[in-house]
């Protein structure tokens, strides 16, 4: 029972450790021995995923494949089910979290709230004058593939703007996704784990912060109504069902005066879901080790009433790792997560748990952490007392 | 910041799941590349530990080394930190887990509880038919090193009997250690941890149950009493600082109608604090790579009310991995820990922690999932109804 994983970033890395745990062997698909999880993998292949003979390879040495990213391609995964090798999510789920515009398309056939959204491939074009009229300036224009982390996200002001980006985009063979730019009251992620039997499980939802399109800070419950939370995981548990992932899958939305809207689709662990790790009876990696193996998922329940996850960033000044640990561990409701990568400003170095039955200690004690490992605090995170 | 672990077992294999998780590198020194922590570590090194060279390779591969397990040569140890290598725990306090009869020595000259004992070296004899009369037979004659798990505890029923085993032991150069037979009414392990500047910390005293000389089950807090619990500690805790150990220490005790006396010690973590790892704010391992980092420690407190911890066994027909887990993640409650070894009649495979608020549900629940993973359920095991 060997699982290979197509990535060697953080996430990956923390599927190791459950792995591990599980008694399961793994093999890791790395672009260089230098990534998080090729650094703590027993068995490592150095290769990119839209290296066919690097696929096949990975294919030889495992029982089955899963991903710590979504920048794959779906062709040389279709052809690898083919011949045989089990892939989890499959391309038929996988290419909602791969394609914007795909995802967009289906789920809003399907009745699931969205935000208005316009389709524009390369080689065909819009009335941007119109669009922005009909929906008011600015809007979102998205590159339907490759985007991550806020990247591949623009916010154009004006028509000639949407238009020189979309020129970009279309240069690179990249289809245009613009949508109307919705007026956000909080962002949420629901996270669900669904097994091929079609077994499915979610974790509370939970309530991000963002800042310029990366997550900062995770909050469970957070401000979140229940009735709020209640939709939202209906939502996800529908898309998980329609698309039939198998794995872990984020949905990302927002709220909005208007309700929730999703967002964005994540087929793997995500960083949403990364407190379940000391929050849940269940860790969202290995959950989703549990549901490609086929095996009973775990309960999703929260294990204390507050969890907040917030995210390690490289500061101006790089932190030696021994100094980061010296402060961040003397805090003791924290649970420290790092991904083994040199400081650089703004990379995302790790992560910091903290449950319990308070909501701003737990708030407070991760951010502490957090600082001490270097992570700057941004303007935009309020309430919180270091 | 990286670590170095002489052996390549379980224990190493839980703590690279830890140094993995607080981005900490890690090499080891295994004897195969099939050893367990072998498996799950990028960077290994095949080698005894007895081999110099082998120590010294480890040595010039990391920042501090410390150990899976106690079958290590303490004059190669000595050497290396003498060079300049940092090794937890340090020899002056190794000897009294590696030497059964220097332990014995120091520790009741330190006033601790112990069981009457005669230390009997190659080459020196001792009056067996006197000793008998004294202590009453059988005795407990112990090789001084070299045993683990039961192995090297012989219990003999007269003096024929001891004088040939003693024999066995001196024809192979290791010292006999006779000791009184106590009427044991349960059997205790306080772990304790501490950091070089003397910082130390105790989890909660658990019980143990032991078939053969070897570990079955751990119940925290078992049915041991608040009093028994707490001079447990005080020993374990006197025990730490008397030997300056750094990193983890167990104190395995027996309860007898006259009192606590000390078994055995053990200077790493320890099969009888396998329930930190889902029962406490910190497990033993992530506290043991805190304590050889010189880092703070992290809290001992319990997570929930009642934690079970029963070992997982290969019985006479092997099962395979998958069948094993589909049975065991079936038990919600349960956490299962496998050492990515493969089955055979009586060896240890790995491990399942189950927390909770109801002592029988944790115990009923960790015995149903290790008997789907194939542990056979022994007849000493008592009031367990699965």
Redesign the interface.
């Known amino acids: ?1 060997k699982v290979g994983i197509v990535g060697g970033g953080q996430l990956a ?2 599927m ?2 459950e ?8 093999v890791v698909l790395a672009e260089s021995p230098e990534d998080g999880a ?5 068995e ?1 292949l150095i290769g990119h995923p839209a290296d066919r003979s690097a696929m096949a390879s990975l294919a030889s040495a495992c029982d089955v494949i899963t991903l710590d990213h979504e920048l794959v391609d779906l062709e040389i995964i279709g052809d690898l089910i083919a011949a045989g090798h089990p892939v989890w999510p499959a391309p038929s789920a996988l290419i909602y979290a791969v394609d914007k515009a795909e995802m967009r398309t289906t789920l809003s056939e399907a009745g699931l709230p969205m935000p208005r959204f316009e389709i524009v491939p390369p080689g065909s074009s819009v009335d941007l004058d119109e669009l922005g009229q009909r929906w008011g300036w600015p809007l979102v224009l998205k590159a339907a593939r490759g985007g991550y982390d806020g990247k591949g996200v623009f916010i154009v002001g004006d028509a000639d703007e949407a238009a020189s980006t979309l020129g970009e985009l279309h240069a690179q063979g990249v289809t245009g996704l613009f949508e109307e730019r919705v007026e956000i009251e909080a962002e949420l992620a629901a996270l669900v784990v669904r097994r091929p039997n079609g077994e499915i499980k979610a974790w509370p939802v939970v309530e991000t912060a963002q800042v310029a399109g990366v997550c900062r800070e995770v909050l469970v419950p957070g401000d979140l109504s229940a009735a709020i939370a209640e939709k939202a995981e209906a939502i996800a548990l529908r898309v998980a069902d329609e698309v039939a992932v198998v794995g872990v899958m984020a949905v990302e939305l927002f709220a909005t005066a208007d309700g929730l809207v999703v967002n964005e689709l994540a087929m793997r662990p995500h960083n949403s879901g990364h407190w379940t790790q000391d929050g849940a ?1 269940t860790s969202q990696f290995e959950n989703h080790l ?1 549901a490609v ?1 086929d ?2 998922l ?2 999703t329940e929260m ?1 204390a009433r507050f969890v907040a996850s917030v995210n390690v960033f490289g500061g101006s000044e790089a932190i030696a ?2 100094e980061g ?2 402060g961040a ?2 805090v ?2 924290a649970k ?6 040199a400081s650089r400003e703004g990379r995302k ?2 992560h910091v748990n903290v449950a319990g039955n308070d909501g701003s200690m737990v708030r407070r004690a991760a951010w502490k952490a957090a600082t001490a490992l270097g992570t700057p605090m941004p303007d935009e995170i309020r309430g919180v007392e270091l």
Chains 1, 2 share one sequence.
């Open positions: 029972m890395r923390m190791l450790e792995a591990s745990r599980l008694g399961i062997d793994t090729a650094k703590v993998c027993a490592v009876s549990r193996l095996l009973p775990g309960s294990s790792l021994e640990l010296l561990l003397d003791p409701e420290v997560h790092l991904y083994g990568k170095l790790g």
